[in-house]
């Protein structure tokens, strides 16, 4: 049976837990052969594509830190060396260090950008001249409603998720002539490690002020990001999709 994604390959950092994950199973199901990006997490990104080759898929995974450029570009030089093109890429890998400015240590400041900001440029960097040759592509990358609106305690990473919206609206308009598309998907609160360990009475405020009143799941993070990657939006490039029960109205 021939699906939307039949034939692509894509590259999703970050997939071994949480949204990546979401996003690497969903891209799967969708028929395309799905790149497993890990740093810390190899034995669940190996589960990962285990469970995408039991449901009749195929899948790789690959072990790079992303903030590295010169790891990222081994990782690209491997890729390309054995499936030849990578049609899609998502930019997921992202981790926080929240504390309030006056107490955010230049560490915090400059770990959380090298990853979520630099970790993109990176990977943009090293596969836009195989979406060029290609004359074609599809690049998502995974920002916030904190990029969008701002988020005390978040200085640093509001900053890089902000910096990605930016970086996303100028390699879209560099490349919208040789049909690659350049999209960010910016979620709300979402149930995954990374809010798991905030204090309840924080979750419970964050919850508070979602118009829909409830926190997103993977899934539905994944769902946006595949019509992204999919035929149906390659009229779309340069948009922020926020993804968020109704946050960043
Ligand atoms: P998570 O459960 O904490 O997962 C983070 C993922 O990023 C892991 O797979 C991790 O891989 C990967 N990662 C971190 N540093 C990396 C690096 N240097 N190189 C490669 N991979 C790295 O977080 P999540 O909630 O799924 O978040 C996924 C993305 O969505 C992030 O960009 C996050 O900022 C964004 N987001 C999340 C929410 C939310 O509410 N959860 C809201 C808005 C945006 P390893 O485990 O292999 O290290």
Request: overall charge neutral; some cysteine.
């Amino acid at each position: 049976m021939r699906r939307e994604l039949s034939g692509k390959v894509a590259l999703v950092t970050g997939a071994g837990r949480g949204i990546g994950k979401a996003i690497a199973l969903k891209l799967a199901e969708q028929g395309a052969t799905v790149l497993v990006n890990y740093n810390g997490s190899r034995e669940r990104a190996l589960e990962v594509v285990a469970k995408i080759e039991e449901a009749g898929g195929s899948a790789e995974a690959f072990g790079c830190n992303v903030a590295d450029f010169e790891a990222c570009g081994k990782m690209v030089e491997e890729i390309i060396g054995k499936y030849s093109r990578v049609d899609i890429l998502v930019n997921n890998a992202g981790i926080t260090r929240d504390n309030l400015l006056m107490r955010m240590s230049e560490e915090e400041f400059d770990t959380v950008i090298d990853t979520n900001l630099k970790g993109a440029f990176n990977t943009i960097r090293y596969l836009s001249r195989y979406f060029l040759k290609q004359r074609s592509g599809k690049i998502i990358n995974i920002s916030s409603v904190s990029g969008v609106l701002g988020n005390a305690g978040q200085a640093n990473y509001s900053a890089s998720k902000a910096g990605l919206i930016g970086l996303t609206k100028s390699v879209a308009r560099e490349l919208a002539s040789r049909g690659i598309c350049v999209n960010a998907v910016a979620p709300g609160f979402v149930d995954t490690e990374m809010t798991k360990s905030m204090p309840e009475k924080t979750k419970e405020a964050a919850v508070g002020t979602i118009p829909m009143g409830r926190m997103g799941s993977p899934e539905e993070i994944a769902e946006t990001v595949a019509f992204l990657a999919g035929s149906g939006s390659d009229y779309i490039t340069g948009q922020v999709i926020c993804v968020d029960g109704g946050m960043a109205i």
